[in-house]
């Protein structure tokens, strides 16, 4: 009886640290930590993101490498006061083998230093704050969505090769406003413009009356304005509700009308907008994607659901070439910096600060689509910005 139990026990040992040899052998599913906003302003570019992420992730069988997932998902409330936190769950406590998010730069910011403190694998789907592909890069952040700045730059040139002179700009005040007004207002005076005037308020309020008295008192040749979500919505609306639209062009990044056009019906026609996606894109890759994206959820999709698409097709890259094994991480990296991914934007690559190599277009709002009516920028290279990889 002794020596069975001496038995059982030196079995159950040997079970034991097999299985902590063997990470793979202990919990063969990969954990996936999705951290993005399901409430508040953003809330729909959080959704739009996991169900996009999630289709490519079904056309691959719901594999990742081979391996099936496991979510784990975070509400960061676009907040980030509670991004630390947040995300530090994500890396110590649930221990996930990436994390995908988010949309707001500022949650970004927290999460790419977490990223960076503890080397975990951060995909990045929407949240384009420049320093992040910058100052901020590392091996293991990497962004699938835009740059800032990049949409605010095509616009300023669209806006000054149109023969505006005066500008007024506005926008939330926080980083990815700041950077977009910023790209806009640099492109804009570099093709002879001025811009007369920079509006913001804080994030997220929506209290847009003052700022139109005081744009219709300024009567620039037009407005370029960064809001995004819920919040584009309203000022769209307020815009023309205002009868501003009628007397000073409304443009900005396409995040003023992606997503939204549902909502904003007759007050959004006609606006230009630069963005690296558009419902008409066309090509083949798009169209499949609309369709599946379509008969999956009952909507139609936007840029975020692209870029939760892409984000999920690069990791698969990554993960195909190492069969899973997630922690082969230089390996994982490799891959997926030199993947060419076939997205419905047109062809995605990456630069050697991690992000996207792209065309930007010029687009306008004609009922409900963003209809593409021409590349405002060929293959936008975002530079380095003091990088060192
Ligand atoms: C950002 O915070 O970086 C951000 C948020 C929403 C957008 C675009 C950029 O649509």
Redesign the pocket.
């Known amino acids: 009886m002794k020596r069975t139990t001496h038995a059982l026990r030196a079995l159950a040992a040997a079970l034991a640290l097999a299985l902590t040899a063997s990470p793979a052998l202990a919990q063969d599913k990969v954990k996936v930590g999705l951290m993005l906003p399901y409430t508040g302003t ?1 809330a729909a ?1 959080g959704n739009a993101i996991t169900n996009g992420f999630k289709l490519a992730i079904a056309e691959q069988g719901g594999k990742l490498g081979g391996r099936d997932i496991d979510y784990v998902t975070v509400d960061d409330e676009s907040e980030p006061a509670k991004a630390p936190e947040n995300v530090n769950k994500l890396i110590k406590r649930d221990n996930v083998d990436v994390i995908v998010g988010t ?4 949650v ?1 910011m927290a999460m790419a230093k977490a990223a960076k403190d503890n080397n975990a694998l951060l995909l990045i789907p ?4 420049d320093s992040i592909t910058g100052p901020m890069c590392a091996p293991n952040i990497i962004r699938t969505s835009f740059t ?1 700045s990049a949409a605010g730059v095509a616009m300023g040139k669209v806006a000054a090769d149109k023969g505006y002179k005066t500008a007024v700009t506005l926008t939330w005040k ?3 406003g700041e950077q977009s007004t910023g790209g806009f207002k640099e492109a804009f005076e570099k093709g002879g413009g001025k811009v007369v005037k920079e509006l913001t308020l804080p994030f997220p309020q929506v209290e847009f009356q003052p700022l139109l008295t005081e744009i219709a008192a300024l009567n620039p040749d037009v407005v370029y304005a960064f809001f ?2 819920g919040g584009a919505v309203k000022f769209v609306k307020d815009y023309a509700a205002a009868g501003l639209n009628k007397t000073i062009p409304l443009v900005g990044p396409g ?1 003023l009308t992606d997503g939204t056009l549902e909502a904003q019906g007759e007050a959004a026609q006609g606006m230009l907008t630069t963005l690296h996606y558009g419902e008409g894109v066309n090509n083949p890759k798009n169209t499949a994607f609309r369709a599946a994206y379509t008969k999956a959820y009952k909507v139609e999709p936007d840029v975020y659901a692209v870029q939760g698409y892409d984000a999920a097709q690069l990791l698969i890259a990554g993960a195909n070439a190492v069969k899973g094994d997630l922690g082969k991480r230089a390996d994982v990296v490799k891959a997926m910096e030199t993947a060419k991914l076939d997205s419905p934007r047109g062809p995605l690559a990456l630069t050697k600060a991690h992000a996207p190599i792209h065309d930007i277009y010029l687009r306008k709002v004609e009922g409900k689509e963003n209809k593409v009516i021409g590349v405002a920028v060929k293959n936008i290279t975002d530079p380095p910005r003091g990088c060192k990889l």
């Open positions: 953003y570019l949309v707001h730069s500022g970004a929407n949240a384009g704050e800032n926080y980083a990815a995004a979500g995040f």
